[in-house]
């Protein structure tokens, strides 16, 4: 027999409240193909940006600092070569 402390009980509750979450509000889970990968490091700051399609057909941008995602920002009705200018913008400018 098994016995789990609160804090355990707390965060699977937090799992499956997340789960529903989704589930009520219609959200999609999104796999993401990555297509070009920019790079850069601006006053000791590796900069990274890559443009993905997510499986429903909308360009992304991933946007990394020092190799930790900062932000996945979806460009519906864009096309790739918008989303690769973002991509270049974000790497290159501080």
């Known amino acids: 027999m098994s016995y789990y402390n609160l804090d355990d009980v707390l965060n699977k509750l937090d799992v499956i409240e997340n ?3 989704k589930l009520l509000g219609g ?3 999104h796999t993401y193909n990555r297509h070009h990968t920019y790079q ?3 006053a000791g700051e590796k900069r990274m940006a890559t443009v ?3 499986n ?3 360009w992304c941008v991933e946007k990394f600092i020092d ?3 900062m932000e996945r920002m979806p460009l519906p ?3 790739e070569i918008y989303a690769e200018n ?3 913008n974000f790497v290159l400018l501080t």
């Open 67 to 69: 190799g930790t995602l």
């Open 56 to 58: 429903d057909g909308v």
């Open 86 to 88: 973002a991509a270049e």
């Open 27 to 29: 959200e999609k889970e």
């Open 40 to 42: 850069n490091e601006i």
């Open 52 to 54: 993905t399609m997510r």
């Open 19 to 21: 789960k529903i979450d």
């Open 77 to 79: 009705g864009k096309a």
